[in-house]
């Protein structure tokens, strides 16, 4: 159990192909595979963000269901620049927060199984 082992271990070795891919403490190991960040944010009025992916140092947007999720290199940029968007467009941020990856998230990139 992934859950478990980020909880209890203060290294965690990752194996593929019978060889470790990569051992480290849980924190170390996910953040060595985040290239994005990820940042989830939703506004009032809902619908009024649609250019969101042109604001610097957004990579991209994404709408889901009543928020938007924004992947960027630079997680204080692209927050400084959505709530100047906010600012700017007269629209509310409700919510607005940033997403860690998970162990099982390292383990899948560390091994390829995410690519299959």
Excluded at 64 to 91: L, R
Aim: net charge negative; aromatic share 4%.
């Amino acid at each position: 159990n992934m859950e478990e082992a980020n909880r209890l271990c203060n290294r965690i070795a990752i194996m593929r192909r019978g060889q470790i891919a990569a051992i480290d403490s849980p924190e170390r190991l996910k953040m060595a595979i985040e290239r994005l960040h990820t940042i989830e944010v939703s506004f009032d009025p809902a619908g009024s963000a649609e250019d969101l992916a042109t604001l610097p140092g957004i990579e991209s947007a994404r709408r889901e269901g009543d928020k938007w999720v924004i992947m960027t290199g630079d997680v204080d940029s692209a927050i400084h620049a959505i709530s100047a968007y906010g600012a700017e467009k007269g629209v509310k941020i409700q919510m607005l927060r940033t997403l860690a990856p998970t162990l099982d998230e390292a383990f899948l990139r560390l091994t390829g199984a995410d690519s299959a």
